[in-house]
């Protein structure tokens, strides 16, 4: 088992333009760009997903059914659970370089 940390993603608008999916998590510190469907097979096969915010906080990355923003029905879906600060949010991470 490994873990693995992200510290930037690339998002995409929604079919309805409605709000902004994770397309591509970028692995921190080796510059390859894993999509949802890859983190979460990596979950699935042991590994543990992580944020790294600025302020060095982190966050476990979850997997989730669908999207869970209200009628959209975007699978699979990455998300971390909120905390202490919003700096390790996945959704709050800077774009990929």
Known sequence: MSTYY?????????VNASHQHIELVCQEGSGTHWTPD???ASIAG???WRTRGKDGSSALIKPL???PAPGCL?????TTSPDHTTANNLDNLPACQ
């Open 38 to 40: 890859e983190v979460i």
């Open 46 to 48: 042991g590994n543990v």
């Open 74 to 78: 975007t699978k699979p879906y990455i």
């Open 6 to 14: 992200t510290n930037a993603v690339h998002k995409v608008w929604s």
């Open 65 to 67: 059914q669908y999207c």
